[in-house]
């Protein structure tokens, strides 16, 4: 009996680790992905032949957050996607506990609200998982250093949820431009805040 339960308890162990090693870090290469986008096509990072990098948004059509921060995820897009750090906007809760963010509203809203961006269906969770996401918005901002998506920045957009005219602090454009000129971003990280992502159980 006591080696069954030695034996549970270090895959138990082996289950952890293997969960912890597959949240990336700053710095960490990221593994590329398809998801299906709201034109039912399916949309990898490796299609954007000319992209320097990508802002990725783990986001949702239901979080409150996520609806205050909606304009300024567009107005990173406007003004990002042109110097080839395009938005990837992700919707990644379980639809079952949430079903205002299936992939018919998913389309919906990206209609609705007229998204300039992909807007993804991480169905089974595992890129939410990899990324290491917990909230929405939860934001990544990956560089293309040697043919590779590298991990340089993630967290909130800014520091004021409820103004973006009074945020003194706009980390995912500050780390995007130091990119764009050549520098690692100063703040690397910070803390993401906003709804919890609705996990399957």
């Keep these: 009996m006591k080696k069954k ?5 270090v895959i138990l162990s082996l289950v952890l680790i293997s ?13 590329d992905f398809s998801l299906k986008n709201v034109d039912n096509k399916m949309v990898s990072l490796s299609q954007f032949k000319t992209a320097k990098g990508f802002i990725i948004v783990f986001t949702s059509n239901t ?27 992700i919707g990644s809760n ?9 992939f018919e509203e998913m389309q919906k809203k990206s209609k609705d609200d007229s998204f300039t961006f992909p ?21 990544f901002v990956v560089a293309k250093e040697n043919n590779q998506m590298v991990l340089k920045y993630m967290g909130a957009i800014d ?6 005219s009074k945020a003194d602090k706009k980390y995912v454009a500050d780390a ?7 520098k690692n971003p100063a703040v690397s990280s910070t803390k993401a805040i906003g709804c919890g992502i609705k996990w399957k159980k």
């Design 63 to 89: 979080c409150p957050f996520a609806n205050k921060y909606e304009s300024r995820i567009k107005m990173l897009d406007k003004e990002f996607k042109g110097k080839n750090y395009p938005v990837i906007a």
């Design 176 to 182: 995007v431009n130091s990119l764009l000129d050549g």
């Design 5 to 9: 339960t030695l034996f549970f308890a």
């Design 119 to 139: 807007y993804l269906h991480d169905e089974t969770q595992e890129i939410a998982k990899n990324f290491g996401a917990t909230n929405t918005p939860h934001v």
């Design 159 to 164: 520091n004021n949820v409820d103004d973006a």
């Design 19 to 31: 969960s912890l090693q597959a949240q990336y870090k700053i710095g960490d290469v990221i593994t």
């Design 94 to 102: 379980d639809v079952g506990i949430n079903p205002g963010d299936s």
